[in-house]
Structure formats: C-alpha cells, structure tokens
C-alpha cells in the first residue's frame, strides 16, 4: 500500500473498477430497465464496463432495453470514463516527470511541453473546459437540427443530442437508435459534428493543445503531436478512401447512394469507426474486405492521452520508423530532425507485441468459446473490444455469459492497461552502473 502510495497513478485501475462496480450496482436496480426486474448481473457488469471504458458495445438494444434513468447512467458512466481517462493520463505525465532523473525529465518535458509543466489544477480545468465546450457546441449544432428538420419536441432534440455528442466525443459508441446513426448516414450537420468530435477527443491534449498552441510552426512540434496529428490525418484519409472503394457497390452498405452520400458515409463511419464506435453503415452488412480494414484502424486506436483506445498512433508510426531505419541500415531511428530514443522504441514494441498476444488470446479463447463462427468476425470482435471501439457484428448478444465475461475483461484491459504500463514502464526506469559485453545473435 505504501508503495502505491508513493506511484497514485497505479491506484487508477482500482478507482476505474471502483467506478465499473458502482454502475453496476445501479444498472441492476429494477427501474433502469424497461421491463423493471432485476438487471442479470452480467449484463450489467458489461454495460458498466463499455460505458466507463468509453467502448460503446452492448450485449442488448441499448433504447429499448434500459429505462431514461438507465440511460441516464449510461451517459454518467461514459463522462466520468473519459474525463477519468484524461485526469489519469495528465497525472501519469505530471507524476512521471517528476519521479525520473533530472536528464530524463527535461526529456519527457519536451516532448509534452503542455503537460511536463504547470499548476496541476490549471491543467485539470483546461481539459474540462475543452470537453464540455467542445460537446456543448455538438449538442447544439444536432439538437438543432433534430428539432427544426426532423420534428423532435425541443426537450427531446436536446437529449438526443447531448447524449449522442457525449458518447462520440468521449469515443464511445451507445445510441438512442436501435439502428445507430445508420438513419443519418446522409445527413451532413449531423454525422460530421459527431465524427470530428470523435477525432478531436481521439487525438489527446497533449498533441491537441500544442498543435493549436503551435499551429503555425508545425516542424516545432514534438515527435509525439507530429506523429499523432500526421498519422492520424493518414489513417483517416486512407481508411476513408479505401472504405469507400469496398463498399461503392455494396447495395447493403451504400452502394444506393448518391456520390455525396457514399463519401459523406464513409467518412464518417470511418472516423468514428477508429475509436468512436458508431455504426453509420450496417457493420454486419459491410464486405469481407472491408472487416481487416476496420480491425487494422481499430488495434491501431487514438492518440496518447486521449479518450481513444487501441495501442495509440504514435506507437504505431514510431514502429513504422523503426522498421524503417533498419531497412535503410540507419544506426539512429530520426522523426522531423529529432532522434528518437531507445527506450521509447522498446516501449512501443512492448506495447505493441503485448496488445497482439491478448488480441490473439482472446480470439481463439472466442472461437473456442462459440461453435459455426467466423474466424474474422471473432477478431473484429476482440480487437473491437480490447481497442474500447464498440463497433459489432452482433457477436456480442449472442455470446454466452463466459464470452461476455471474457469481452468485459477486455474491454477494462484495453482502457487501463496501456495506461498502467506506460506508468509502470517510466516509473521504473533506472540506470545500472555497469554494462554486460555484448553479443550479437542470429536473427531471422
């Protein structure tokens, strides 16, 4: 106790899990679900775990099954996930760099110069502030349009609105509609609100706040904010444009649309289809070529500090320039001017290499688990699931409890163990004072 103590940024997973039980506590109560009987404790303990994971998966029909006061909850329970996701990772920050040398925390400052330093109370304020004025501004522009275009009683508008905008930008995927936003896919000033609120939440405030702070000098910014606004900008064009390319004649999907409809359709499932979760083409429907697609951009997840799952963007490019520097038989792995230092590239391969072994775990435990699956659908489920996505093909409902269970522990998996890790991987970074002699072992 004493040693955690000393680290308080280990005891988050014990206060998201505190967080996890309580809600489910509460979802159980008869008068959180519409047919008013006691919740089965698995589903409750799921739904608490997607919604404070801000992973959005549901074992039920979200808007039929759970009463306004269950919903209610949903949407108090994916709030506190996001902004106790973004706290914990500025105290990691905040923490770390004060716990490693002075050589090495100079180093994690200027990589995130918005976080390294500062009055921890002034930092906590400007993430809350940016989180509400950003959802405020999305519930406003949909609620709006749900009110004058569609018919919806202002109250009812607002609701719709609000609780949309909160899943989307804390990257969870719940909805109102049983159907997702699969009945707006063509709808501009609804889909895009919901998309870029997505993404701005997806990108996390460090690389957030200097890329505004900054945002006239890009080649000034650190290797993280370059990594993760580039690469996400990537992720989405490609993802984007090859989505669109699958599913152009997919009459299921969007191959009825007009051009406008199938680019604005696929954009949007597309970023919100990294970390966000929501369904705004049918996912069940989509075509074989499209699933890997998906599963790539969702192990991939958001950026570092973020509300986004998955093993983070910067890991992934940064493994991209390892690869890269090796090929070119390059002795320093550089990005933008900076050399990169060793112990960041074994952390990313760490995480990476981890993040593959439960992927894989748990879709042979899911195949295992389930009988006439396929092999691809039980992948997009658990990398669904570990990535805190949300996005399924329906696997999840008709999964028996030991499959629910194993999905739940994915999901608490997915949010606090990267977080954890990277704490526990700075915290105990240490120097010895000698070397062993070196050798050089066949590989390949």
Same mark, same amino acid.
């Given at each position: ?45 799921? *739904?608490?775990?997607?919604? &404070? ?37 500025? !105290? ?7 716990? !490693? ?31 509400? &004025? ?11 349009? =749900? ?51 997505? @993404? ?85 429907? +989509? ?34 320039? &390892? @690869?890269?520097?090796? =090929? ?5 792995? %550089? ?6 230092? %060793? ?49 399924? *093909? ?24 990267? +977080? ?25």
């Amino acid at each position: 106790m004493r040693r955690l103590l000393r680290h308080p940024v280990r005891l988050v997973p014990f206060g998201f899990l505190a967080v996890i039980l309580f809600g489910t506590g509460l979802l159980m109560l008869p008068w959180a679900t519409s047919h008013h009987r006691y919740t089965p404790f698995v589903t409750a303990l799921f *739904t608490a775990t997607s919604a &404070v994971s801000v992973t959005g998966m549901a074992v039920n029909d979200t808007p039929n099954y759970w009463t306004n006061f269950g919903l209610a909850m949903i949407t108090v329970l994916t709030q506190l996930g996001g902004l106790g996701i973004l706290t914990g990772a500025a !105290l990691v920050i905040l923490v770390v760099s004060r716990q !490693l040398g002075l050589r090495n925390r100079l180093l994690v400052q200027a990589e995130t110069a918005e976080f390294g330093v500062g009055d921890v109370r002034q930092l906590l304020v400007r993430i809350a502030a940016t989180v509400f &004025v950003t959802e405020a501004v999305m519930t406003a522009v949909i609620g709006g349009r =749900l009110w004058l275009t569609y018919g919806y009683p202002p109250g009812r508008a607002l609701w719709f609105a609000a609780f949309d905008s909160i899943q989307a930008f804390n990257n969870g995927g719940f909805s109102l509609y049983s159907d997702g936003l699969v009945g707006f896919s063509r709808d501009p000033l609804v889909g895009l609100p919901l998309g870029l609120g997505a @993404i701005i939440g997806g990108l996390g405030f460090p690389a957030l706040f200097e890329a505004v702070r900054a945002w006239r000098r890009p080649g000034h910014w650190a290797i993280a904010t370059k990594l993760t606004i580039w690469g996400s900008g990537a992720l989405i064009l490609l993802g984007f444009a090859a989505l669109l390319v699958n599913e152009w004649r997919n009459p299921n999907t969007i191959g009825g649309f007009g051009i406008g409809g199938k680019v604005l359709a696929s954009f949007t499932q597309i970023a919100l289809s990294r970390t966000g979760g929501f369904d705004v083409i049918h996912v069940d429907r +989509l075509t074989e070529e499209s699933y890997p697609l998906l599963i790539v951009l969702m192990f991939i997840g958001g950026g570092s500090a973020s509300t986004a799952g998955g093993i983070k963007v910067s890991t992934f490019f940064l493994l991209a320039f &390892v @690869i890269w520097a090796e =090929l070119r038989g390059e002795p320093d792995v %550089t990005v933008g001017g900076r050399r990169v230092a %060793t112990a960041s590239q074994r952390q990313a391969l760490t995480v990476a290499l981890l993040s593959v072994a439960v992927v894989v775990a748990g879709t042979v435990t899911v195949i295992v688990l389930t009988e006439n699956i396929r092999y691809y659908k039980a992948l997009f489920e658990v990398t669904s699931a570990f990535s805190t996505t949300g996005l399924s *093909t329906g696997l999840a409902a008709e999964l028996k409890p030991p499959g629910q269970y194993l999905l739940t522990g994915l999901m608490y998996i997915g949010r606090v163990g990267p +977080l954890t890790l990277g704490s526990a991987i700075a915290l105990n970074t240490r120097r010895r004072r000698y070397r062993y002699p070196e050798e050089q072992p066949i590989v390949g």
